[in-house]
């Protein structure tokens, strides 16, 4: 079955850095776009980063330009994102999501929380 797992959250000062790993299995993962999303306390799930099928494009919502990475490995069928100068407001769980054609798969998420 389709599983999406992801790792690599934690507890960080501000400032510092961390980097989500999303391991992929029971789908065609090079087929699929990948894309990370958050949602803190109250508020609704947003968009952080997206990536192509085959790792040429990026996109990034304007909050975590320039501080965040995302990148992709087809033959390991994971997606990862490199987080930096991370801020207080970056405090969520982080999702992993693949998206194809109108078909979505989430994963379970992944606690970040950065201290002040």
């Known amino acids: 079955q389709v599983q999406l797992v992801e790792s690599g959250g934690g507890l960080v000062q501000a400032g510092g850095s961390l980097r989500l790993s999303c391991a992929a299995s029971?789908?065609?993962?090079?087929?699929?776009?990948m894309n990370w999303y958050r949602q803190a306390p109250g508020l609704e799930r947003e968009f952080v980063a997206r990536?192509?099928?085959?790792?040429?494009?990026?996109n990034y919502a304007d909050s975590v330009k320039g501080r965040f990475t995302i990148s992709r490995d087809n033959a390991k069928n994971t997606v990862s994102l490199q987080m930096n100068s991370l801020k207080p407001e970056d405090t969520a769980v982080y999702y992993c999501?693949?998206?194809?054609?109108?078909?979505?798969?989430w994963g379970q998420g992944t606690q970040v929380t950065v201290s002040s």
């Open positions: 999501n693949a998206e194809s054609q109108g078909r979505n798969y």
């Open positions: 029971g789908f065609t993962f090079s087929s699929y776009a």
């Open positions: 990536i192509s099928r085959r790792g040429g494009i990026t």
